[in-house]
Nanobody, 118 residues
Framework: QVQLVESGGGLVQAGGSLRLSCAAS????????MGWFRQAPGKEREFVAA????????YYRDSVKGRFTIARDNAKTTVYLQMNSLKPEDTAVYYC???????????WGQGTQVTVSS
């Protein structure tokens, strides 16, 4: 069993920054691929970013490239999502996910709300 707890969401003006954190527990964190997803009201959940267990491979959706950075600290069993130059269209509930391979996430956090005002 894996527990994921997100934090760091909030309300920010367009152009601002937020850093999301996801603290993991329950199985060796260093084995997991970690991902961030988001879901806006009335829309399907979408992939945002992912990071391999070593941190050597990073993946981003096109709309966040150059603005968002995913990182992990295996010693702290935490994954981060630094979000800069935020836009109103980034408004969503952001979820952290864990899996043993990219695209196969089997544990999810409860989500944290990010609201970007124009």
């Amino acid at each position: 069993q894996v527990q994921l707890v997100e934090s760091g969401g909030g309300l920010v003006q367009a152009g601002g920054s937020l850093r999301l954190s996801c603290a993991a527990s329950g199985r060796p964190f260093s084995r997991d691929v970690m991902g961030w997803f988001r879901q806006a009201p009335g829309k399907e959940r979408e992939f945002v970013a992912a990071i391999s267990w070593s941190g050597g491979s990073l993946y981003y959706r096109d709309s966040v490239k150059g603005r968002f950075t995913i990182a992990r600290d295996n010693a702290k069993t935490t994954v981060y999502l630094q979000m800069n130059s935020l836009k109103p269209e980034d408004t969503a509930v952001y979820y952290c996910a864990a899996g043993l391979e990219t695209g196969a996430y089997d544990y999810w956090g409860q989500g944290t709300q990010v609201t970007v005002s124009s």
